[in-house]
């Protein structure tokens, strides 16, 4: 009899389907920025990690023109072997000043900073707590590493506690993992008391900064800064690609911890390095994020607004027995938790015939369905209305089957 090795997977596609879990991507047409483009229609934008608008920035596209023209649009090899350029040095100077640490290593993404810091970090003999709402990233660098994975519960200090009492002295050495902005719910991590119980459990702690690089603190560096945890001993990670506007990611630290990771890192050692547009795009952006506090200003203005316009016409249609929920957020990720798949993904489409694009947000990604709104400082007031508008209408018309 004839069998098929590969059978299985139209079944679990269709089980997918059915599940209201199947996923499939969108065109857009031209240029990023608060609205775009998609099969002729104009979208408002509330899908986007470009939170400063800086992915259109002509100063970004400038200088990534003029350094393929200098280098080329390959960097040809590993950083070890032929890849490596001046370039690479004074993007990793920039973060390293930026972040106000000593020294910095930029990845091909920010998954592989991941991977590649935490599979550097432990290994077998050791622990990793992670938080249960980490990043697909730093759940992925913990089954590389091959240390034991324990997860706490979300932005619980005292169960983080519970398991360093419990698990410790078994290992040899700790790890702490952590999103600094949980990407999916927009809240932040209690990072100060997580270093206090990381000292006192002689544990490292690795923050991922992917939602709170160019965004948060005085100087943009991150919510390390903004939550006073500057100078305490850290890894920090993040991503060239969301407030930076390009692409890769990297790691920031000690410079005996950027030092070890050159030489121990599989995910930096064992790839190509960075392009060099992606590189000179990702320079030209950390610059305007330290020269331009006033963009964090206007992004973070525009989530004041958004978060009591939400709330009040939230509170309004309760009385209309409305199922939607705001989760708790400090950050420009907003989200609106429903009751199931199928409901937000149809107010999904819903928001989209009214030109607002915002994201369905769904399990196995997030443990509740919701709809998941990003801001950009970009964002015009008027984007803003008709987002509360639409959202509105939304509540309106269907209060219960949300
Ligand atoms: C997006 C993201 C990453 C991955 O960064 P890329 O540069 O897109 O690979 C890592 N961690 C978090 C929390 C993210 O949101």
């Known amino acids: 009899m004839a069998s098929d090795p590969y059978g299985w997977l139209d079944k679990s596609l ?24 998609r099969r002729g229609q104009t979208l408002v934008n509330f899908a986007s990690n470009d939170y400063l608008g800086l992915a259109s920035d002509p100063r970004l596209a400038e200088a990534a023109i003029a350094a393929i023209r200098t280098y080329g649009t390959g960097s ?6 032929s890849g490596h350029r001046e370039l690479h040095r004074e993007l990793e100077r920039a973060i390293a000043a930026l972040k106000g640490t000593e020294d910095a290593l930029v990845f091909s993404s920010g998954y592989l900073a991941n991977l590649g810091a935490i599979a550097a970090l432990v290994g077998t003999p050791d622990l990793i707590l992670g938080d249960e709402y980490n990043h697909s990233s730093l759940k992925a660098g913990g089954k590389v590493s091959g240390a034991t994975t324990l997860d706490y519960r979300h932005g619980d200090v005292a169960d ?24 999916m719910d927009g809240d932040l991590c209690p990072l100060a008391e997580i270093l206090d119980l990381a000292a006192t459990y002689d544990a490292m702690v690795l923050v991922d900064e992917a939602h709170g690089t160019g965004l948060f603190g005085q100087r943009g560096s991150g919510v390390v800064e903004h939550l006073g945890c500057a ?34 890192a599989p995910g930096w050692v064992y790839t190509t390095a960075l392009s060099p547009g992606n590189g000179a795009a990702a320079l030209a952006a950390v610059q305007i994020v330290q020269q331009e506090p006033q963009r964090r ?5 525009r989530v004041s607004y958004l978060t009591q316009q939400l709330d009040q016409i939230l509170a309004e249609s309760a009385a209309a027995s409305c199922q939607l929920r705001r989760l708790p957020s400090a950050s420009p990720i907003l989200c609106l938790e429903g009751h199931s798949a199928a409901a937000i993904l149809s107010a999904s489409q819903q ?24 801001l950009m400082a970009t964002h015009k007031p008027s984007h803003l209305e008709q987002l509360v508008a639409g959202l509105q209408t939304l509540l309106e018309a269907e209060p219960l089957a949300l």
């Open 14 to 37: 269709a089980a997918l389907h059915r599940a209201h879990r199947y996923r499939s991507v969108q065109t857009i047409d031209g240029m990023a920025g608060p609205t775009v483009q």
């Open 76 to 81: 040809t090899g590993s950083r070890l072997l």
């Open 160 to 183: 983080l506690k519970t398991l360093l009492a419990e698990h410790r002295d078994r290992h040899r050495r700790c790890l702490i993992t952590t999103d600094s902005v949980f990407s």
């Open 231 to 264: 100078g305490r001993p850290l890894v920090t990670v993040g991503t060239l690609s969301k407030a930076l506007g390009s692409l890769g990611g990297y790691v920031a630290g000690s410079s005996a911890l950027i030092d070890f990771l050159r030489n121990r």
């Open 297 to 301: 200003d206007r992004l973070w203005c």
């Open 351 to 374: 928001l989209q015939s009214a030109g607002l694009w915002v994201a369905a947000v769904r399990p196995p990604t997030v443990p509740t369905s919701r709809l998941r709104i990003t």
